[in-house]
């Protein structure tokens, strides 16, 4: 710009516009009830979210194969890596766990399990560590927390 540069506000405009603010509308060409327009929309966020943690959590890219059958493999073991993501998500509300996939999956990185075989009948014994700063995470290491809920 050069020369004098005068701005200034049409605050009639500005009036006009406030009165649509908080307001957000939607445009379809679908014949569904408006009702069920909003809620697909409301809904958007858990579609954008499971893609946002696909790409970076599960990192389903970038991708490095050349045949069909590998990508199909590839995206398929992400797309399970991502529902067994979402069903623990899951579990811990359900159970009100009050920590997020990232936070327990770090915490569960840090518990020991410890097994040891008698040498005389080859027994199996398996001890799980649970730490004072586990205790939160409990649960999800009994022995009846996994049964179909």
């Not at 073991?77 to 159970?95: D, G, H, N, Q, T």
Request: proline letters at 3%; glycine letters at 2%.
């Amino acid at each position: 710009m050069e020369g004098d540069v005068k701005v200034t506000i049409d605050y009639e405009k500005l009036d006009a516009d406030a009165k649509w603010d908080g307001l957000k509308g939607y445009l379809t060409n679908t014949d569904i009830p408006v009702e069920e327009v909003y809620t697909a929309y409301h809904n958007l966020w858990h579609v954008e979210k499971a893609f946002r943690i696909a790409k970076s959590k599960i990192e389903i890219r970038p991708m490095f194969h050349f045949t069909r059958r590998r990508i199909e493999a590839h995206v398929c073991i992400c797309f399970v890596a991502l529902k067994v993501y979402k069903e623990l998500e899951r579990l811990l509300k359900l159970s009100s766990i009050n920590m997020s996939v990232d936070k327990v999956l770090a915490l569960a990185q840090t518990i020991v399990t410890i097994q040891l075989t008698l040498p005389q009948n080859k027994t199996t014994i398996s001890k799980t560590m649970l730490m004072k700063r586990h205790q939160r995470i409990a649960p999800l290491f009994s022995e009846d927390f996994w049964v179909t809920r």
